[in-house]
């Protein structure tokens, strides 16, 4: 039987997840038993603390062993952490050193949204793919930068270790583990019980863009402004560049660096950004919606609303604006 570790770290707000985990895996074991076959994980939680409040003691969670007595587990879970990623990372420190010294082990890691931090502050993501919480990457960009964050993704796997998205996207990478450990059928049945979505591969659709802005360079955060408030416009780079004194390669060179995106990118998910929120809450048709943000081409604006939402800009409104898709 093999081993899964659903960790239980120090100070933590969020439940969902641990619940969430437990669940599916204990439900995909029933499901092998009840077809002649033994239960496939042998499932522990497993922390420093014997018992670990929740939102403020309403909930508490006993984890059934330490850390330090688990020898060797084939697969450990992290769950999401509170949003004091910093001090969440600091006072698990014991955990991290575990989750490392596991890993080189031969075990494989899971990270649930924001336990992604957890995870990196281990060394084992440096150089490698990550997906966290949209609403987080720019923390984690800053934190972790030898980290290749991609937080369009939903699930990210790469030599044994796992990301995923945001929120209660986790269920989704639950489903994507129990299908690689167990088999599809396991897979189509757990999402069947727990009505989950199969086979989602971005958070795309989910994210709201507001631009990195926890850099210090003041020239950038000029540009970003000037973008931002000019989404109606074709701005040229050459124009912006010139425009704040800088030379272009200079200015490409320092505006990815503060934000993970070109110029071009940036200026595209401004302007897309501000097209999802008119879709969502008028009844403005695509092509005023377009004229908007500044595109005269309906192919192209469609293609770039594509690219960066994952579905087209009528399947957006029919999605999030049902009075206009009335």
């Known amino acids: 039987m093999k081993h899964l570790t659903i960790v239980v770290p120090e100070g933590q707000n969020n439940l969902s997840s641990i619940v969430g985990t437990y669940k599916l895996f204990t439900r995909a074991n029933a499901y092998w038993k009840e077809n002649g076959r033994k239960e496939l994980f042998k499932v522990v939680l497993a922390g420093v603390s014997t018992e670990v409040e929740f939102y403020g003691g309403l909930f508490t969670v006993k984890p059934q062993a330490h850390i ?3 020898a060797k587990t084939d697969l450990i879970i992290i769950p999401s952490l509170n949003h004091n990623y910093q001090e969440a990372v600091k006072g698990n420190k014991q955990l991290v050193d575990w989750l490392e010294k596991q890993y080189k082990g031969g075990a494989e890691v899971a990270s649930i949204c924001t336990g992604a931090f957890m995870l990196a502050a281990s060394g084992l993501l440096d150089g490698k793919r990550c997906s966290t919480h949209w609403a987080a990457a720019d923390h984690f960009r800053m934190m972790f930068p030898e980290v290749n964050v991609q937080a369009d993704r939903l699930i990210t796997d790469e030599k044994g270790i796992y990301t995923n998205g945001g929120a209660y996207s986790f269920l989704n990478l639950l489903i994507y ?7 599809r059928q ?6 069947k019980v727990f009505q989950i979505e199969m ?3 971005s958070q795309s659709a989910f994210t709201i863009f507001s631009g990195q802005k926890l850099h210090g360079d003041e020239m950038v955060r000029k540009a970003q402004a000037f973008i931002e408030n000019n989404l109606q416009e074709k701005i040229a780079v050459e124009q912006l560049s010139s425009m704040l004194s800088v030379g272009r390669r200079n200015f490409d060179r320092r505006f990815f660096k503060a934000t993970g995106n070109t110029p071009l990118e940036y200026s595209q ?6 097209a999802k929120k008119s879709l969502e809450t008028s009844r403005k048709t695509i092509n005023e919606v377009m004229y908007e943000v500044g595109y005269s081409d309906v192919k192209a604006f469609r293609e770039v609303f594509r690219k960066i939402t994952g579905m087209s800009p009528l399947e957006y409104r029919g999605r999030y604006n049902k009075e206009a898709a009335a």
């Open 269 to 274: 998910r401004a302007k897309i950004e501000s």
């Open 186 to 191: 396991t897979a189509i049945y757990c999402s």
């Open 68 to 70: 330090s007595s688990i």
């Open 199 to 201: 086979d989602r591969q």
């Open 177 to 183: 583990l129990i299908e690689k450990y167990y088999d």
